[in-house]
């Protein structure tokens, strides 16, 4: 069973037309879940009460899996197949990973996108992604007692093509449909907007587990625009907890380290650096499997010592989008600080002193994001209520062109475009006769091919031999709202054309995805069940309970022997409704229901009698007379 929304008039659209539509952060280090009740953005907890859910996953040899606060619980004593942090990897080949060599997984470095080795076999981290947003696609659909019919997901503002390619393939895995990509600190800044009606030049700066991003906006009268944007891809939380590992390696003057202890001691320095902030001094201590013991106490200078240079690094970037949107620091109004990693007292005093005042922190920084996504979200899916007229204008966070001869990069959208957008520009042919010209799509910001990346090449035939220079080729580049592109080329005397929907090659082959989309039809079934399970469990519940409430109240209307029958049948129901076989669940609810009948019908009759108690029938039939009276005519 299930709770029926409820909405004052004009605050949401009316419950029969009403769509269920989320905003999901998948965070590097935290997720979450968020959707719009009554006109306002709430982010959905689990059936503990908690918002978040650790984007860590442990897979089994049997080719189950467990997702969240289990598993991380499980990352020092089976650090190989418990995957933390996934996001780093999305899209990514082994050479652009930092510390891997102090990371416990077994990588295999396929084209592409780096793999990881499990006892479930190899998992791509789109896969490890698709389980954790399954995850948070039960926990919706379980909380708002439907189907979704989409999602919106949020992405760093720096994530390149092939980065919000796989996000979106990961989401096709989990059985979401997603009704747009948004970058991080655009949800973030609808979040704050939205929440205190703010107005003016606001510059986002968000700090995550695994990626930075800044963002300039600026809020009037319901529209959000993007003016620039900057960040660093590889740049978050995990790289304080490293600077913490490597100081706790020197501190005690480790030997080196097993897997099982780097993680270990890479947990503890997740936890001292969480424990700082509020404390100002963090413990430490550890006992290691080669027998020593780390006891130490890491202060907020010595951390602020050895992590001045990654704060400093988050800076530079923030300079480049402000000069980027020709702006200074005197015309920002206001700093909204997201992440979880803002909440570093040597961040907050950095951003501060930079933009000469105190930065916002008035919306959690773990939830504004998801918060944000979820009214977008709300919006995309149809439910527009009074007061809902706003209008998003992202951007593109790198270039977009093609390579032309010499290995150059010609730039076709320059960053920072707002999107949707399309341009085009025309070229020409090389050599005499030729009759095709290969097209390479290229990202970034360097004028060589070498030094940005590839996303896709198609090849434009059939054009006349012409002499060099004769051929007019048109070059068409379109950017959707998902920040996603297409490319068309076409010869414009002969008429001949080629197209590609840019999905760039980070390691997974068409037929890879379909493979895997087939193996996620198995969770389908899987999750049904999971659900049946989970509303017999509640339902149980909700019946003891019940139960339990009317024996205490009316408990004189039993007798010692129906008393120990119902006692039992509870019994029975609270062991049944802990297990996992729902069928057993439901008679044991049954039985439970049967005993009852009796004790029901008994109450019924002392709740009519007292109803009555003190009543004559003329009583009654003066208030029929009465009621009667308020009908006829004046």
Request: proline content about 4%; aromatic content about 4%.
């Amino acid at each position: 069973m299930a709770l029926l929304q409820i909405a004052e008039p004009g605050e949401s659209a009316a419950p029969h037309q009403h769509k269920l539509a989320v905003g999901i952060d998948l965070g590097t280090t935290n997720s979450l879940v968020a959707t719009v009740r009554s006109g306002l953005s709430v982010v959905i907890s689990d059936e503990l009460g908690r918002p978040l859910l650790p984007s860590v996953v442990r897979y089994f040899a049997d080719g189950s899996s467990e997702v969240g606060y289990e598993a991380q619980a499980s990352q020092a004593i089976d650090p190989r197949n418990v995957i933390a942090s996934v996001k780093r990897f999305m899209a990514r080949g082994l050479k652009d990973i930092a510390h891997r060599e102090s990371m416990p997984y077994d990588f295999e470095d396929a084209p592409g996108m780096v793999r990881l080795r499990t006892v479930a076999g190899v998992k791509s981290p789109v896969e490890v992604s698709a389980d954790i947003l399954r995850t948070l696609r039960l926990r919706a659909e379980a909380a708002l007692g439907g189907q979704l019919v989409g999602a919106v997901i949020t992405v760093p503002a720096y994530f390149d093509d092939a980065q919000r390619q796989a996000t979106k393939d990961a989401a096709r895995l989990a059985g979401l449909p997603v009704l747009r990509l948004l970058n991080e600190p655009t949800a973030a800044a609808i979040a704050y907007g939205l929440d205190n009606a703010a107005e003016g030049v606001y510059a986002v700066y968000d700090l995550g587990g695994g990626t930075f991003d800044i963002s300039i906006l600026n809020l009037s009268r319901g529209v959000f625009e993007v003016m620039a944007t900057g960040g660093d891809s590889a740049l978050g939380g995990d790289d304080f907890d490293q600077r913490i590992f490597c100081w706790i390696i020197e501190a005690a003057k480790l030997k080196p380290l097993s897997i099982e202890d780097a993680r270990l001691l890479l947990t503890r320095a997740r936890e001292a650096k969480e424990y700082l902030t509020p404390h100002g001094v963090a413990p430490i201590s550890a006992r290691l499997n080669s027998g020593e013991v780390v006891d130490l106490k890491l202060t907020t200078e010595i951390f602020t010592e050895i992590s001045q240079t990654l704060v400093a690094k988050t800076i530079q970037p923030v300079k480049k989008a402000l000069r980027d949107a020709g702006l200074s620091v005197s015309d920002i109004k206001g700093v909204v600080m997201v992440g979880g990693a803002t909440r570093m007292p040597q961040v907050q005093r950095a951003v501060g002193e930079f933009f000469k005042q105190v930065p916002l922190n008035n919306l959690d920084p773990d939830k504004v994001v998801a918060l944000g996504a979820a009214t977008q979200a709300n919006l995309l899916a149809g439910n527009r209520a009074a007061g809902d007229d706003w209008l998003l204008l992202d951007v593109i966070p790198l270039s977009l062109g093609l390579e032309t001869m010499g290995g150059l990069v010609e730039k076709i959208i320059p960053r920072n475009s707002t999107i949707p957008v399309a341009r085009a520009q025309e070229f020409t042919t090389f050599r005499d006769g030729q009759t095709a010209l290969a097209v390479h799509v290229v990202q970034g910001e360097r004028e060589l091919i070498t030094d940005c990346r590839s996303l896709a090449r198609f090849e434009l035939r059939g054009i006349p031999p012409m002499v060099a220079g004769a051929a007019r080729i048109r070059v068409r580049f379109q950017v959707d709202a998902d920040g996603l592109l297409a490319v068309s080329a076409s010869e414009l005397i002969s008429g001949v054309e080629a197209s590609i929907t840019v999905k760039p090659a980070y390691g997974l082959s068409d037929d890879e995805i379909a493979g895997m989309l087939k193996d996620s039809m198995v969770h389908t079934r899987d999750d049904a069940l999971r659900r049946a399970l989970k509303e017999a469990q509640v339902e149980a519940q909700r019946l003891i309970e019940a139960v339990v409430s009317a024996m205490k109240s009316d408990g004189d209307l039993l007798t010692d022997e129906q008393r120990v029958k119902l006692e039992s049948c509870i019994a029975v129901l609270q062991t049944t409704a802990l297990g996992d076989n729902r069928r057993h669940i439901t008679l044991a609810m049954d039985d439970l229901e049967a005993e009852t009948k009796d004790f029901a019908a008994r109450r019924m009759n002392r709740s009519i009698h007292n109803a009555f108690a003190g009543k004559s029938i003329n009583d009654l039939e003066g208030g029929q007379d009465s009621s009667k009276s308020l009908g006829e005519p004046a």
